[in-house]
């Protein structure tokens, strides 16, 4: 450039020669150099790392990850889908590794997680494979961790790896491309500070005549007090006007159905009825327990059998609880398919926006005025 601009100036060939290879040996030596310092930070502090499939495939993979800390990868625990078959016996040819913990439950994944504080996973097998794999990607994706797909995992899903870079020690490796989705943040919560707020001084006069019917007709305790899982699996006390009265704490927190109950008033039923039993978790919005719109909070008993048997229940608790959702606003309330409402619930966390909220708050207020309640 400098010759077609000022052909005096001109570089001569001997010194524009020893430019170029100066500067391509301090890029190769750079380069270098900050390779060798990725790789000591890597060896000197291992990120904890899940490995996801089954023997012999992961034993294999934490056996590498163990012997080759350079990658910067420290498996903790190995995590088996509960759909999966049951871990092949080691053989002769299988290289000895550390002696991991195999998990599957959500709870043992969580605790695992909060222990190790782990921030990468990799699969050994396709994430989409089958539910409970595919439940087990979104919830990794939620929590911010890095996902990796090793072995045929990496061949099957996407670009073919790179024989050069994309592997570890010979397992073929790349980071899955993904992004968590959104799940309200600020917005959702100004929207449910000012409805909620709004709501509770319009219907004050109702709440203090609900509240007084229930006094009359059911005696003392008006207000029914019930432990709920919410956001993260975090508990927190719910609010609704008593209906009933159960014989005791555990009938409460066991009893799924109340359809044909007769120790139930004629108040009582009027207000699940219209759905005004549910006007008080207005205060649990307000205290940011729940939000007006989201998944319906269930109970720990509850939530402990559906994690079992559900694949994509533990999901649902990416976001906070709801007064209503998107399932029951197609009718999944009282005793309907648990899988059913939770792939509801999960597109309505995937697919989360503002006009959604709204939307799904006008067909709840249509479905009230319809009479559509328990």
């Avoid at 959500?106 to 190790?116: C, K, L, N, S, Y």
């Avoid at 919410?230 to 209906?243: A, D, E, N, Q, S």
Wanted: aromatic share 6%.
């Amino acid at each position: 450039m400098l010759a077609a601009v000022r052909p005096g100036q001109a570089l001569p060939p001997v010194l524009l020669a020893g430019a170029v290879a100066g500067h391509t040996a301090l890029v190769c030596s750079g380069r270098a150099a900050v390779h060798r310092a990725r790789r000591r930070a890597a060896r000197r502090r291992p990120r904890a790392t899940l490995i996801v499939g089954t023997d012999p495939a992961a034993r294999q993979l934490a056996a590498v990850l163990h012997a080759r800390p350079e990658s910067g990868l420290r498996p903790v625990a190995v995590v088996t889908p509960p759909s999966l078959p049951p871990a092949a016996p080691a053989d002769a040819l299988t290289p000895a590794g550390p002696l991991l913990p195999r998990i599957g439950a959500a709870a043992d994944i969580t605790r695992a997680v909060i222990q190790h504080t782990v921030r990468d996973v990799v699969f050994t097998l396709p994430p989409y494979g089958d539910p409970h794999t595919a439940a087990l990607l979104r919830r990794f994706i939620d929590q911010g961790s890095a996902v990796w797909l090793a072995g045929p995992a990496a061949a099957h899903e996407g670009r073919t790896p790179h024989a050069d870079t994309d592997h570890l020690w010979g397992f073929a490796c790349r980071r899955l491309e993904t992004a968590p989705p959104r799940h309200g943040g600020r917005s959702k919560r100004l929207l449910d500070l000012t409805l909620a707020a709004s709501a509770l001084v319009l219907t004050a006069p109702l709440l203090l005549g609900c509240a007084l019917a229930v006094r009359l007709a059911d005696g003392p305790g008006v207000l029914f007090r019930q432990e709920r899982i919410g956001r993260g699996g975090r508990t927190f006390t719910l609010l609704k006007f008593r209906t009933w009265h159960p014989a005791d704490a555990h009938e409460a927190a066991t009893r799924w159905s109340l359809a044909d109950e007769r120790r139930m008033s004629r108040t009582g039923r009027l207000l699940r009825r219209t759905s005004l039993d549910e006007l008080p978790q207005l205060w649990n919005v307000l205290r940011g327990e729940m939000s007006l719109v989201g998944p319906r909070p269930e109970r720990p008993f509850f939530v402990e059998q559906f994690l079992g048997t559900c694949p994509g229940y533990g999901a649902r608790h990416r976001m906070p609880a709801g007064m209503t959702g998107l399932a029951q606003v197609h009718g999944l309330r009282g005793d309907t398919s648990i899988e059913d409402r939770a792939r509801f619930d999960n597109l309505y966390i995937d697919s989360w926006s503002l006009r959604l909220d709204l939307l799904i708050l006008l067909r709840t207020v249509a479905s009230v005025v319809r009479l559509e309640g328990r």
